[in-house]
């Protein structure tokens, strides 16, 4: 109980006791008095009571934040330690990447390399082939560059007879010029495609079909330069693709004539880039 509060009512007990005789009013307001102290302190010890109570909430409360903040401390340093971790890692991620990508960018300096070497051999080779065959482009052949690769183009008329897989004299002689080039170009795969037109074969004996026809007419020319010329055969294929890339469409006698062609597909030898992008 607060020592404030029973002072007052000490001096109204002593002034009750020293007082043999007092007045009714007097009397009636020390009882006021009286009874007005003991309601204050009533209330005064409920306060004290309920702030004893709230500083228990409070030490409660103080205990649960100082335990989180205990809590967050660990945690916050944990994260410090994985940050870390992240960070060390992450530089060494960062140096194996950008080691992989120099690797990947002289990896492709060297095919760029390569590549540009193929180009400039490839139209050294054309440049060598209309040099050599000039004679006969104004006969139905043509040199020119398709997908990195020289194809050679001699229409039906300037090899062979109508429906005929014996290459004549005029055709041998482009042959003959052609395989001088060949010959110096050791490095150059030679694929021989024979080319006809929609229009069916009919009375041409053991030739059945377009098909037929086109691939006897690329093997004549194969053996000829194989046989005749002395090309390496295993330099050379033999492929037949009947009517069925023509170059065009038109439909007429003209575009039939274009599309009836032994086309000789020359492409340099790409061993080195095959190797290097395995």
């Known amino acids: ?28 307001a020390l009882l006021a008095q009286k009874d007005s102290l003991g309601t204050s302190l009533d209330k005064a010890t409920l306060k004290i009571g309920s702030l004893e109570d709230e500083i228990e ?22 994260l410090d ?27 492709l300096k060297e095919v760029e390399d390569i590549l540009r070497k193929r180009d400039e051999a490839t139209n050294a080779l054309k440049e060598k082939l209309q040099q050599a065959l000039l004679g006969f482009q104004k006969s139905g052949l043509s040199v020119d560059i398709r997908n990195g690769k020289v194809y050679v183009s001699l229409t039906d008329k300037l090899l062979f007879d109508t429906g005929s897989i014996i290459i004549d004299e ?18 150059i795969n030679i694929a021989v495609e024979g080319h006809t037109d929609n229009q069916r074969v009919l009375n041409l004996g053991q030739i059945k079909d377009n098909w037929d026809l086109s ?31 023509p170059i065009d469409k038109a439909g007429n006698a003209e575009a039939r004539s ?16 095959y190797n290097l992008i395995k």
Not at 170 to 187: N, R, S
Not at 258 to 273: C, G
């Open 258 to 273: 274009h599309n009836r062609r032994i086309e000789i597909v020359l492409s340099p030898k790409l061993d080195e880039l």
């Open 1 to 28: 109980m607060n020592k404030f509060f029973f002072i007052p009512l000490l001096f109204v007990i002593a002034s009750l006791n020293s007082c043999i005789v007092l007045s009714t009013k007097k009397y009636n």
């Open 215 to 245: 691939v006897l007419r690329a093997t004549s020319v194969v053996r000829f330069l194989t046989d005749e010329q002395k090309v390496p055969a295993e330099r050379l294929t033999a492929t037949g693709k009947g009517q069925y890339q």
């Open 81 to 107: 330690k994985n940050y870390s971790s992240l960070r060390k890692n992450s530089s060494s991620e960062i140096n194996k990447l950008s080691d992989n990508l120099k690797a990947r960018e002289a990896r």
């Open 170 to 187: 005029k055709g041998k002689q482009a042959l003959t010029e052609l395989a001088k080039v060949l010959k110096t170009q050791p490095d």
């Open 57 to 78: 909430k409070l030490r409660a409360d103080t205990a649960r934040l100082n335990s989180r903040i205990a809590d967050l401390t660990d945690k916050i340093t944990g």
